[in-house]
């Protein structure tokens, strides 16, 4: 039961992650002042990509989507695995040792280049996936 806690609890960071990032990176609007002009730049240079033209700021967009989705759908992973954890835990690991040091580059990177918020909920969900992994065991027909 505690892996399938921790999974859940990483679950609803995540849902709440995905939520602020739409909110603040995808939908928000940039501060006035030099934010603004920036973003105003990345708008108005049009250039040709692959056959359709493009801005900066298009990539922006997208790409800050992408994370949205990603997200959402690490959500919903992590709350469907959190109900396989009831039945064989210990055979999530390996899955969720990759979701663990994914949720660990996501943190370096933001650390990085964005602000402590998204490093702190990123570390709290690792730490939250690192917990189930280590709350799993094996059922007791295969411990010998």
């Not at 730490?127 to 992994?133: E, R």
């Amino acid at each position: 039961m505690k892996t399938t806690l921790f999974l859940r609890i990483a679950s609803v960071l995540t849902f709440i992650q995905a939520m602020l990032h739409t909110i603040g990176g995808v939908f928000g609007k940039p501060s006035p002042g030099v934010a603004a002009t920036v973003y105003a730049a990345m708008r108005a240079g049009r250039f040709p990509v692959f056959g359709v033209m493009r801005s900066y700021a298009d990539f922006d967009f997208g790409l800050g989507l992408g994370i949205t989705i990603f997200l959402t759908i690490t959500t919903i992973l992590l709350w469907q695995l959190g109900s396989l954890a009831r039945t064989d835990a210990a055979r999530l690991r390996p899955l969720l040792a990759v979701l663990m040091l994914g949720f660990f580059a996501f943190a370096i990177d933001s650390l990085l280049y964005f602000f402590a918020l998204p490093v702190i909920t990123e570390l709290l969900i690792a730490a939250c996936i690192a917990a189930a992994i280590l709350a799993a065991k094996p059922e007791e027909r295969y411990q010998k």
